[in-house]
């Protein structure tokens, strides 16, 4: 018997047999330590990959930047983030940045090495906690990226930034919240400003598949949640913006299926697929953490996906 593969998944093939090694990375001693630390969400890989990174980035700080911290932007007394952005912007692309932590942990400070790195870079750079499981529940985490972004069309002009040209960005747990918003028009604000989405690493895109931790998924989703209507691979219509989708090289399997199946939704959406990126010889902690060192080829990755749908939006206005 022959096997057909539809178009889409005949160019997804293509584009994931291409070699990532052929881009090139400034800090080979860093990568090949991470080589030996393993795909798998072990805590040696995670603990190694953070104090790696963490020695790297010491004595980082907020020299040349202008920053407001904790700005309350909803009641509950996770609803905070933090603005990052050159001195004397204005009228900038701006990015909202939404952290992982499996829907249960995580802070905005854990990516505040990303938010600098795109502050300098001249991004109005924003970080948000949200409200995490098992306090919260499907679709919180999303409904916080929404009043987010309702705070940050009336204010975040006071700091620079342009309201008109957000692009929202979210690692792992938070690419499942941005993909909830964006997707899913019945949690969207009109006028939200928001002009490009990056999924990077997306976990449980389609909740009916194989999950990293599903008895962790279980907090956030629900016991018994509809698994299909939770499934943001089935919602990908609601709204038809211009999407990146991002992974490490060295991702967990799970995390390779879930990115697959969230790309092959958005190719059967459109005909073709979206943009797609990796960052050579990371995982799914370093894809993050490593903002902020010489290794800047995935960043100039998202920031030139950013600088376009600025200058797009802007011939549209």
């Given at each position: 018997m022959t096997t057909r593969l539809s178009l889409?998944?005949?160019?997804?093939?293509?584009?994931?047999?291409?070699?990532?090694?052929?881009?090139?990375?400034?800090t080979p001693e860093a990568l090949a330590a991470l080589q030996g630390l393993g795909r798998e969400m072990s805590r040696e890989?995670?603990?190694?990959?953070?104090?790696?990174?963490?020695?790297?980035?010491?004595?980082?700080?907020?020299a040349g930047l202008a920053v407001a911290a904790d700005q309350p932007y909803g009641p509950d007394a996770r609803n905070l983030l933090d603005l990052r952005a050159p001195e004397g912007a204005a009228a900038l692309p701006v990015v909202l940045l939404v952290h992982g932590g499996g829907f249960v942990r995580g802070d905005k400070g854990d990516i505040v090495n990303m938010?600098?790195?795109?502050?300098?870079?001249g991004?109005?750079?924003?970080?948000?906690?949200?409200?995490?499981?098992?306090?919260?529940?499907?679709?919180?985490?999303?409904?916080?990226?929404?009043?987010?972004?309702?705070?940050?069309?009336?204010?975040?002009?006071?700091?620079?930034?342009?309201?008109?040209?957000?692009?929202v960005i979210g690692d792992s747990a938070g690419a499942m919240h941005v993909a909830d918003y964006v997707f899913r028009?019945?949690?969207?604000?009109?006028?939200?400003?928001?002009?490009?989405?990056?999924?990077?690493?997306?976990?449980?895109?389609?909740l009916r598949a194989r999950?990293?931790?599903?008895?962790?998924?279980?907090?956030?989703?629900?016991?018994?949640?509809?698994?299909?209507?939770?499934?943001?691979?089935?919602?990908?219509?609601g709204r038809e913006i211009p999407v990146m989708i991002a992974y490490a090289q060295n991702e967990?399997?799970?995390?390779?299926?879930?990115?697959?199946?969230?790309?092959e939704a958005l190719a059967e959406r459109d005909g073709r697929l979206p943009l797609i990126v990796s960052a050579p010889g990371h995982n799914h902690i370093s894809i993050v953490s490593h903002f902020g060192t010489a290794d800047d080829t995935f960043g100039r990755d998202l920031l030139g996906f950013v600088t376009l749908q600025a200058l797009l939006a802007g011939q549209e206005g």
């Open positions: 889409p998944a005949l160019m997804l093939a293509a584009v994931l047999a291409l070699p990532v090694s052929a881009q090139i990375t400034d890989m995670v603990g190694g990959t953070m104090k790696l990174y963490g020695q790297m980035l010491a004595g980082a700080d907020d938010a600098r790195w795109f502050a300098r870079q991004v109005v750079a924003v970080t948000m906690n949200y409200r995490l499981a098992p306090a919260a529940h499907w679709p919180a985490g999303a409904e916080d990226v929404g009043a987010a972004l309702g705070w940050l069309s009336a204010h975040v002009a006071e700091h620079g930034g342009d309201p008109s040209k957000i692009v028009e019945e949690l969207q604000h009109a006028g939200d400003g928001v002009i490009g989405a990056v999924l990077i690493s997306p976990p449980v895109a389609d999950a990293l931790d599903p008895e962790r998924d279980l907090l956030y989703y629900g016991a018994k949640g509809d698994r299909a209507a939770q499934s943001v691979v089935g919602a990908v219509a967990p399997d799970v995390i390779i299926d879930q990115t697959r199946r969230m790309i």
